[in-house]
């Protein structure tokens, strides 16, 4: 005979008894298979109960050893989890490490200066028109920027664009002022030297107030402010200069970072490193976004020439050569 299964069960206390019980019930020699096997030697009307009579205690012992165990399962599941914590401060010396590209970071930190002053950043398309690239920021047919040697045309009239200007064209053109904006962005030119390269970044500061609201001294001050961030202590000088779409305009030098200002080869024994240019919004773009009784100032400056000041670097093209080497070091 068979004792009391349902008491086995309920007292068991982990997966593996369990499992041991259900051998001892259910297996070739179990307790319940033997019982079966004696059906043999039954006849008739009691081979019948009999048989009814195990099937049901086969049944239920099942479902309640099928519980029990997914019961003591679960609980032991939930026991190990909490005493296998991973310690994930250990240290391990497999892991690799990635980087941001040195001109990434130039770029988050320059955007990152100019959201602390409240700009805010735009962006345009990469293939452009030649009203948003030349016409509307007063770039006349005939200059050489328009010509196929410096500028990467389609087929069809579009163009890859020079510069982040085109952004100040569409930011005018879809917002009202006050404007204060800056955009950060890949551009496009036909060169290929040890400080230029087919594609590299600028980013573009536009600000359009009420006429009187913004004038050259508050770009002179924000530039120079800028520049100690991203340089530390140097002088700054504005040089007047010429952009079809600033009047007037000026590039701006830094004392050279390296010579601090003694003459080096790097600025060329000047003493001085040229890093933006800038001005004052010429009226002929406000005309061309239909900008009335406003004055603004634009600023417009290359983020690798930034990255290589800032990590000496002297080949451009090494940014984008993808050779581990090179970037392993920006760690
Ligand atoms: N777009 C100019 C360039 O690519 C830079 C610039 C921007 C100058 C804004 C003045 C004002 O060289």
């Given at each position: 005979m068979i004792g009391d299964i349902s008491k086995e069960i309920e007292c068991l206390k982990t997966s593996v008894e369990a499992e041991e019980l259900r051998v001892k019930v259910f297996g070739k020699k179990g307790s319940l298979t033997q019982e079966f096997s004696k059906l043999k030697d039954l006849a008739g009307e009691e081979k019948k109960v009999r048989a009814k009579e195990l099937n049901e205690l086969k049944e239920r012992y099942t479902n309640e050893l099928y519980l029990k165990t997914e019961i003591l399962k679960t609980k032991e599941l939930q026991e190990r989890l909490l005493r296998e914590?991973?310690?994930?401060t250990l240290f391990s010396p497999l892991t690799s490490k990635g980087a941001i590209h040195p001109v990434n970071a130039t770029m988050d930190r320059i955007i990152e200066y100019f959201i602390s002053l409240n700009f805010g950043v735009e962006s345009g398309p990469l293939v452009e028109d030649e009203f948003h690239n030349f016409e509307a920021l007063n770039i006349q047919p005939h200059h050489p920027a328009r010509d196929m040697q410096d500028t990467f045309y389609f087929k069809d009239g579009k163009l890859l664009r020079t510069h982040t200007s085109p952004v100040q064209i569409r930011t005018m053109k879809n917002s009202k002022p006050p404007i204060r904006i800056i955009s950060p962005g890949a551009v496009f030119r036909r060169d290929y030297d040890l400080t230029h390269t087919p594609m590299f970044h600028q980013v573009e500061g536009l600000v359009v107030d009420e006429?009187?609201?913004?004038s050259f001294s508050n770009l002179k001050y924000i530039l120079e402010d800028f520049l100690t961030y991203m340089f530390g202590e140097v002088d700054v000088r504005f040089r007047t200069s010429f952009f079809p779409f600033t009047e007037p305009s000026a590039e701006v030098d830094i004392s050279c970072i390296f010579c601090k200002g003694s003459g080096c080869r790097v600025c060329k024994k000047t003493g001085w490193l040229e890093v933006l240019g800038c001005g004052i919004v010429d009226k002929n773009v406000f005309d061309a976004v239909g900008y009335k009784n406003v004055s603004g100032y634009a600023f417009g400056l290359g983020v690798e020439r930034f990255a290589m000041l800032i990590h000496n670097v002297n080949d451009l093209r090494s940014f984008f050569e993808t050779d581990t080497r090179m970037l392993e070091q920006f760690r």
């Amino acid at each position: 005979m068979i004792g009391d299964i349902s008491k086995e069960i309920e007292c068991l206390k982990t997966s593996v008894e369990a499992e041991e019980l259900r051998v001892k019930v259910f297996g070739k020699k179990g307790s319940l298979t033997q019982e079966f096997s004696k059906l043999k030697d039954l006849a008739g009307e009691e081979k019948k109960v009999r048989a009814k009579e195990l099937n049901e205690l086969k049944e239920r012992y099942t479902n309640e050893l099928y519980l029990k165990t997914e019961i003591l399962k679960t609980k032991e599941l939930q026991e190990r989890l909490l005493r296998e914590e991973i310690d994930v401060t250990l240290f391990s010396p497999l892991t690799s490490k990635g980087a941001i590209h040195p001109v990434n970071a130039t770029m988050d930190r320059i955007i990152e200066y100019f959201i602390s002053l409240n700009f805010g950043v735009e962006s345009g398309p990469l293939v452009e028109d030649e009203f948003h690239n030349f016409e509307a920021l007063n770039i006349q047919p005939h200059h050489p920027a328009r010509d196929m040697q410096d500028t990467f045309y389609f087929k069809d009239g579009k163009l890859l664009r020079t510069h982040t200007s085109p952004v100040q064209i569409r930011t005018m053109k879809n917002s009202k002022p006050p404007i204060r904006i800056i955009s950060p962005g890949a551009v496009f030119r036909r060169d290929y030297d040890l400080t230029h390269t087919p594609m590299f970044h600028q980013v573009e500061g536009l600000v359009v107030d009420e006429i009187g609201k913004v004038s050259f001294s508050n770009l002179k001050y924000i530039l120079e402010d800028f520049l100690t961030y991203m340089f530390g202590e140097v002088d700054v000088r504005f040089r007047t200069s010429f952009f079809p779409f600033t009047e007037p305009s000026a590039e701006v030098d830094i004392s050279c970072i390296f010579c601090k200002g003694s003459g080096c080869r790097v600025c060329k024994k000047t003493g001085w490193l040229e890093v933006l240019g800038c001005g004052i919004v010429d009226k002929n773009v406000f005309d061309a976004v239909g900008y009335k009784n406003v004055s603004g100032y634009a600023f417009g400056l290359g983020v690798e020439r930034f990255a290589m000041l800032i990590h000496n670097v002297n080949d451009l093209r090494s940014f984008f050569e993808t050779d581990t080497r090179m970037l392993e070091q920006f760690r």
